[in-house]
């Protein structure tokens, strides 16, 4: 079995029968450091909606491997045997049961806190069907890719679909920081790790794919083909959804990423001409000239990218305080791009440019994309207030506005806001024919 001192998931099994049962001794997934420990317990990625599937999802593992337990209790043999994936005689429903059932409470609770961790975000950002569907479909081909790559004793255990579900966190959320505990010798501590690299480097390549390496010639408990094609199948899974627009993209997706980083070396290559150089210096005075420096009677025409002209203009409107020629600016830019989020600084100030001349949906979608541009921002929950009102006073949308006060609302210290955040709940709620509960 895995365990966390590797810092990933707890393994998928392998269970090699003796005598009918189950053997609980096991050698550790990946490569193991006694003094080394890395746990993720809490990302920074916005969980906007209630993940109610994955709160599901951890009770049903949790409620079946105690009814294992239970039901496996002084019998000669495992019961649950048949609901394992069975290389010698696999069976259809197989491939859906194994991954609800756990050798122990170690392999259980490592992969909870996994699931926890990487599946509320995902659920949001995916909503409840799709998400259902997807981490089957990850278990599901975890478990064939266990099989096809020679998998040859009986697997159980839910990390397959669990590494489905944390390379899908790694293309929606890439630059988001996962917070971990860390025991690196004698030094004890947390520290925040983009997801990038604690999923695509530590996670992957070093816990399976080089651990199942160098440890190919000894025996061990974990089913690393289950674990690689669990990742696989969610990534690519994941970036399909994106690239097609079954899932909402955003600045901040790997997709998205991935095209910055092409628009950067495109960049990049034109700026190796002396020609287009001498423009972007000096503008159309600048003389177009060889290799060698000497001038040419021809003008070089240099692409210029519009996204890019348009959010400059917002900015020197903003700056030079000419509020109408911004607004109208970011009304174009926003047209060609209803995602684009500018500085941190001009998103915020723009968004109240809009609320200040009355223009409430505008201004709604401009504090929105500011929140999600900029999820750790100082003033994030003063934002939520400003939604939740938005969207109960004047843009009539009382789920969202119940939403966005009920995130804030824990986390105001100002008493007013406070107070304001309580008042205009009671109006939500009233309008959507509830009522508030009380509070002890």
Not at 192 to 210: E, T
Not at 361 to 387: F, S
Not at 418 to 427: E, F, I, P, S, T
């Amino acid at each position: 079995m895995d365990t966390l001192a590797a810092g990933h998931l707890e393994s998928t099994h392998r269970v090699q029968p003796r005598s009918g049962r189950r053997i609980d001794g096991r050698t550790g997934g990946g490569i193991e450091h006694p003094m080394f420990l890395l746990i993720p317990y809490r990302t920074d990625a916005p969980v906007r909606q209630t993940p109610r599937v994955n709160y599901a999802l951890l009770a049903a593992n949790v409620a079946l491997f105690f009814a294992h337990a239970i039901v496996a209790r002084g019998q000669p043999s495992d019961p649950m045997r048949a609901y394992m994936l069975l290389p010698s005689e696999p069976m259809p429903w197989q491939f859906v049961t194994y991954m609800f059932l756990h050798g122990d409470i170690m392999h259980l609770l490592g992969n909870m806190l996994f699931l926890w961790v990487f599946g509320n975000a995902v659920n949001s950002k995916m909503g409840d069907l799709a998400y259902a569907l997807f981490y089957l479909f990850a278990g599901v081909a975890a478990g064939i890719g266990f099989l096809v790559t020679g998998g040859d004793r009986p697997c159980l255990g839910a990390s397959g679909a669990i590494a489905g579900v944390t390379t899908a966190y790694l293309v929606l959320f890439p630059h988001v920081d996962v917070s971990v505990f860390y025991w690196l010798f004698f030094i004890i501590g947390r520290a925040a790790i983009r997801s990038l690299w604690l999923i695509g480097l530590k996670m992957v390549l070093w816990d399976n794919l080089l651990a199942m390496r160098w440890q190919s010639s000894g025996m061990t408990n974990v089913a690393y083909e289950a674990h690689i094609a669990g990742y696989l199948v969610g990534f690519l899974m994941t970036l399909l959804l994106l690239r097609v627009g079954a899932l909402p993209r955003d600045h901040f997706d790997l997709l998205a990423i991935i095209r910055r980083a092409r628009q950067r070396r495109d960049f990049a290559a034109m700026m190796s001409d002396p020609n287009a150089r001498a423009q972007s210096m000096y503008g159309r005075v600048a003389r177009p000239v060889d290799d060698q420096g000497r001038p040419l009677e021809a003008p070089v025409a240099r692409p210029i990218d519009p996204l890019e002209q348009k959010r400059d203009a917002v900015v020197a409107a903003l700056a030079s305080n000419d509020i109408d020629a911004a607004i109208a600016r970011y009304a174009e830019l926003t047209a060609d791009d209803p995602q684009h989020v500018l500085p941190q600084k001009y998103q915020i100030e723009i968004a109240n440019h809009l609320m200040a001349r009355q223009r409430y949906p505008q201004a709604a979608a401009a504090y929105e994309r500011y929140i999600a541009g900029y999820p750790r921002a100082l003033d994030l929950h003063q934002v939520q207030l400003i939604l939740g009102i938005l969207y109960a006073r004047h843009v009539p949308q009382f789920e969202r506005a119940r939403t966005f006060l009920n995130e804030c609302a824990p986390h105001l210290t100002n008493a007013a806001q406070k107070a304001q955040a309580a008042q205009w709940l009671d109006v939500v709620t009233q309008a959507l024919g509830g009522a508030r509960p009380s509070e002890a």
